[in-house]
């Protein structure tokens, strides 16, 4: 049985400012919290499942005696659930310190300008993931890794790429040893750039693109060549084709 | 000023079954509807919009002299809108008869396995046009192409890419002169591959891949290296990697 209060509480994590403020975010479905318990790249503070979950899962209450896990009910789930259809299990786990000291040389590094999408930034996360990039740098302005939107869409990969936010400008010019490519509708075609060994890949906003404060510190414009007649591609989609095709 | 009737039946259109019966689907926001306007793929009947964008929108009246024009409150537009925040217009077209006899000589042609994500096969569609690819074959599992949420996300290609579906076994054993490749977590790698000039490539569904039935009829495997730890890719980001690869 969940107490109005502790209903109230776990729904105000949807919202950026009292995940800040509290420290925490929510996770939840059946593949997802496992997951995210196995790589122990966060900590749990609490586990909310209905019976039938519970009745799968008996040993996790063993293996981390620090969880303090409740069983409800459906509707009390649906309550504290931000997905359309909640699923079985939420979990409330404790958000990280990023590395900010992230080391650039010899390595590829995505990152993004303004992504708002949190789908789009579930699937970047999951793409860099996929290709083994350790870091992501995200504007003030792109939309905070630990909406649930996002959690749920980076299928677990969130506690394994490091994500910083910051002034984009400001973090390029300190590290200006590197070389900064763009995404772009112009530039060098993609096929004409080789396998980078080191790189800043920079995608943008998905209407508006690079910022021009960003967009003047680049030194490589680079476009994905078109030969039909859409207008753009979505930025994930981007950035997983320009990902690929430097590190492949 | 909208009758009870009429805002049911654009509803109504929210859903397979009633887009089927009366062969129409809506398509909504000030960049989208101008654009399907302009590209004449699809004709359309009805448009509703809110005082402001027919002040901006004056000439398309004498333009399209056969479409019914009505102005509508915001809390209309509310009512027939399938978007969480509408915006300024709607639009009722008509679905147009795909050509299902496409020719694959010479060409790549997309095929997906039960791409049950609107958002995924709208962007896909999307990868489609900007690769100039002219025909998407789907599974009868796969999502409907005018579901709302498919349409918003095409951004304006659905009507420049021909989308059939069908049994897909049956299709792909009638069209066995062609070599049919599969994105999978094993095979060839991407790399390993060259640019193609024809071929079939068959994406399969977000978590269970591709049937049984039709991986039988599969020529070659292939598989996006992984350096990382993900899972998986994003069904629409792995789709525009190996179509970047092949036609690039």
Redesign the interface.
């Known amino acids: 049985m969940l107490s109005k209060t502790h209903t109230k509480y776990i729904q105000s994590l949807q919202h950026k400012k009292s995940r800040d403020e509290a420290g925490l975010f929510i996770a939840e479905g059946p593949k997802l919290v496992p997951d995210l318990l196995a790589g122990r790249n966060f900590i749990c503070k609490e586990l909310f499942a209905v019976k039938e979950w519970f009745d799968h899962n008996e040993k996790l209450r063993s293996t981390y005696p620090n969880i303090s896990f409740t069983e409800v009910e459906d509707f009390e789930l649906g309550k504290i659930s931000a997905l359309t259809t909640p699923n079985s299990v939420l979990a409330v786990f404790e958000k990280r310190k990023p590395d900010s000291n992230i080391v650039l040389k010899d390595k590829i590094t995505l990152v993004l300008d303004t992504i708002q999408d949190p ?1 789009n930034l579930g ?1 970047i996360i ?8 350790e870091n992501i740098v995200c504007s003030q302005g792109c939309a905070d890794m630990y909406n649930p939107k996002v959690v749920q ?1 980076t ?3 969130l506690g ?1 790429v490091n994500i910083i936010y910051t002034n984009l400008a400001g973090w390029l010019k300190k590290n200006n040893s590197i070389k900064i490519y763009s995404a772009s509708l112009t530039g060098k075609p ?2 004409a750039l080789g396998k980078l060994k080191e790189g800043i890949i920079i995608i943008g906003n998905e209407a508006h693109g690079i910022s021009d404060e960003v967009m003047e510190l680049v030194n490589e414009k680079i476009t ?11 930025a ?3 950035a ?2 320009i990902i ?2 430097v ?2």
Do not use: C, K
């Open positions: 789908g699937t999951r793409i860099a993931d996929w290709f083994g990039l869409s299928m677990g990969s394994r993609l096929p994905i060549p078109r030969t039909g007649e859409a207008e753009s591609l979505n994930a989609v981007a997983g084709i690929s095709h590190t492949g």
